[in-house]
């Protein structure tokens, strides 16, 4: 049980381009989904922690406009990250929660490459 | 700036017990601790959470001290397959959590 599923797990594209990351809980009801980025050799950094409707808290540092978090469900969460860069090439991945005293379940991640 | 601080890598054997120690001074009063297992390019994967004193399952133990400002995970008999990046995660407000800085655990054969 616990089933967190990221899609897709690998993308490429070129700059400018927005590109869309999804998060399921597949057999539980998620009321926080968090989204982290981590790169190569690097612990997770938290970017957002997002509640079923209601508007994403971002960290300090992370541009709310540029990474666009959407909580629709409680079972799906997306992050946009619009009109990406080269420096925005990372591991994104999420985690998802029924509350934040039990342990988060993470996806597989996303690996993203900007051109 | 809350921190929680880990050793960057260790080094076992096979079949050995592995103890990696989490430091987590400014952990708040309604706070869990939450240890992680990664390999690379793959999401983290639960292995044991605690509050207080001890907890054990079939993978790992998880001590944490009365003051509760360290954690301690406990692998016992570890196998090859157990070399990855372990995190401890500590919630320091609620609903915000921050990983820790990994331990890198290389076992050998």
């Known amino acids: 049980g616990a089933v967190v599923s990221q899609h897709p797990s690998w993308v490429i594209c070129k700059s400018g381009t927005s590109v869309k990351i999804e998060c399921r809980s597949l057999?539980?009801?998620?009321?926080?989904m968090f989204w982290y980025r981590q790169f190569p050799k690097q612990s997770l950094m938290l970017m957002a922690t997002?509640?079923?409707?209601?508007?994403?808290?971002?960290e300090q540092g992370v541009e709310k406009d540029k990474f666009l978090i959407n909580h629709a469900s409680l079972t799906l969460s997306t992050l946009t990250v619009t009109s990406a860069h080269p420096e925005d090439s990372s591991f994104y991945i999420c985690?998802?929660?029924?509350?934040?005293?039990?342990?988060?379940?993470f996806g597989d991640g996303t690996r993203l490459s900007i051109l | 700036l809350a921190k929680t601080t880990q050793p960057i890598s260790m080094d076992s054997y096979e079949g050995q017990e592995v103890n990696i120690t989490c430091s987590h001074n400014?952990?708040?009063?309604?706070?869990?601790i939450t240890w992680y297992q990664q390999f690379p390019s793959q999401g983290p994967r639960f292995i044991i959470q605690?509050?207080?004193t001890k907890v054990t399952n079939e993978v790992a133990s998880l001590f944490i001290p009365a003051d509760r400002k360290s954690s301690t995970l406990s692998l016992p008999r570890v196998s090859l397959s157990d070399t990855a990046v372990y995190y401890c995660?500590?919630?320091?407000?609620?609903?915000?959590?921050?990983f820790g800085s990994g331990t890198k655990l290389n076992v050998k054969p």
């Open positions: 985690s998802a929660t029924r509350d934040t005293s039990e342990p988060q379940h």
């Open positions: 057999d539980f009801q998620a009321t926080t």
């Open positions: 997002s509640n079923e409707g209601s508007k994403a808290t971002y």
């Open positions: 400014n952990i708040a009063t309604n706070d869990y």
């Open positions: 605690g509050y207080k």
């Open positions: 995660l500590v919630g320091y407000n609620f609903n915000k959590f921050y």
